[in-house]
Each structure stands twice: as structure tokens, then as C-alpha cells.
């Protein structure tokens, strides 16, 4: 059975405070990893998606990173709008399900 | 605008009483899905759809129906709504089974 956590379920930094948030996986065969961001009340907003070991993808302040048992989402010099609730999840190489993450939910205080 | 709708955005109802959740998009994408969003369980598959008339179970399907006979809608249909059912609910989209785009959430209560 596929199977997503993340780390840490909360994580506070100070404005400009770079770190970064941990997706574990185990899947029988991955087809793709998924990163969304969520405000509240609102639906997931994709970020990236990474297909094998190695690859690395970035977008303004986050660049996302994948190996063969967990990805990372590194965030520089983080700012008060990147506060959300990130999700990562997984397909397999059946690729028609989606497992998601439970989240981690990032507040960046200015 | 590309966009993915569901309708209502909020409906509270009482157990047993039938219910159906819109959902629709305009991106002309084939795979379209729901999930629900449950605090400390995270979003879980309830159905997806690859296209017209192709449905299946995702990890949650128990109490849900859903028909997929038109590519732009997906309805989430609780023939007997019951409390365990309250939840935040999402309808997603995605050309081929690749990135999702998601609608804005229906919350739903079952009292």
C-alpha cells in the first residue's frame, strides 16, 4: 500500500529563515511526486511535480528535490505570503490514484 | 478562465437524506476526481475517473457514488448520508492523470 508523511506537521520561521519540509514515500513503483500549496479554505494550488531520483525543480523561493525515498521542499528567504499548508503526494506506476501526505503547515512571521 | 466549480460550497443536511455535489470543469481535461480533507488525515481519494462512463475506487469509496457521463461533470452522489461523512470535500481535474487542478471545496455536515 502507497504511503506519504511529511515532516514536521508545523513549522514556524522568522521572515527571510530558510528551511526545509520532508515528504517520505514508499510506493511500489513511482510514477510522479507531487507538491501543492493550500491557504485556507481554498483548494490545493499545484507547485511541481518530479519523476525520478535526481531531479530538482524550482519556482522563485521554493526549489523542490526528489530521491528514491523522500523529496524535500527547500524554501530561501521565505516571506509572510508563502504562510500555507504544503501536500505532497504520490502515483504510482499504475497511475490513475493519488496518495496525498497529511501536510505541513508553514507560517513565516515578518 | 480555466476553472474547476463545485456546487454547493456549503450544505448542512441530516442522516439519511440524499444529496448530490456538483462538480464541473472547462478545461477539457479526461481524469477528473474527489477527496475528502479531514484534519490530521489529510486529503484521501474517494473516486476518480480516467474518462466518460471510466470510473473507479479510490481509498475511501464506502457510502459515495459517483457517474461520469459527460466529460466536463462529476457528480459526488451520498445516496444515505450518515455523520461520519462531514468533511471538506474537493473535486479535481487533470489533463491525462498528471497535475491536478482543484475546486474551491464543498464543506459539508451531516448531523
Known amino acids: 500500500e502507497d504511503q506519504v508523511t511529511q515532516s514536521p506537521e508545523a513549522l514556524r520561521l522568522q521572515e527571510g529563515e530558510s528551511s526545509s519540509l520532508n515528504c517520505s514515500y514508499t510506493?511500489?513503483?513511482?510514477?510522479?511526486l507531487f507538491w501543492y500549496r493550500q491557504d485556507p479554505g481554498k483548494g490545493p494550488e499545484f507547485l511541481f511535480t518530479l519523476y525520478s531520483a535526481g531531479e530538482e525543480k524550482e519556482k522563485e523561493r521554493l526549489k523542490a528535490t526528489l530521491t528514491k525515498k523522500e523529496s524535500f521542499l527547500h524554501i530561501t528567504a521565505p516571506k509572510p505570503e508563502d504562510s500555507a499548508t504544503y501536500l505532497c503526494?504520490?502515483?504510482?506506476?499504475?497511475?490513475?490514484?493519488?496518495?496525498f501526505g497529511p501536510g505541513t503547515r508553514l507560517s513565516v512571521l515578518p | 478562465e480555466a476553472q474547476v466549480t463545485q456546487n454547493p460550497r456549503y450544505l448542512i443536511t441530516v442522516t439519511g437524506k440524499k444529496l448530490t455535489v456538483t462538480c464541473s470543469q472547462n478545461?477539457?481535461?479526461?481524469?477528473m476526481s474527489w477527496y475528502r480533507q479531514d484534519p490530521g488525515l489529510g486529503l484521501r481519494q474517494i473516486y476518480y475517473s480516467m474518462n466518460v462512463e471510466v470510473t473507479d475506487k479510490g481509498d475511501v469509496p464506502e457510502g459515495y457514488k459517483v457517474s461520469r457521463k459527460e466529460k466536463r461533470n462529476f457528480p459526488l452522489i451520498l445516496e444515505s448520508p450518515s455523520p461520519n461523512q462531514t468533511s471538506l470535500y474537493f473535486c479535481?481535474?487533470?489533463?491525462?492523470?498528471?497535475?491536478?487542478?482543484f475546486g474551491p471545496g464543498t464543506r459539508l455536515t451531516v448531523l
Open positions: 503526494a504520490v502515483q504510482d506506476n499504475y497511475g490513475q490514484n493519488f496518495v
Open positions: 479535481a481535474s487533470s489533463r491525462g492523470n498528471n497535475e491536478q487542478f
Open positions: 478545461m477539457n481535461h479526461e481524469y
Open positions: 510506493v511500489s513503483g513511482l510514477r510522479g
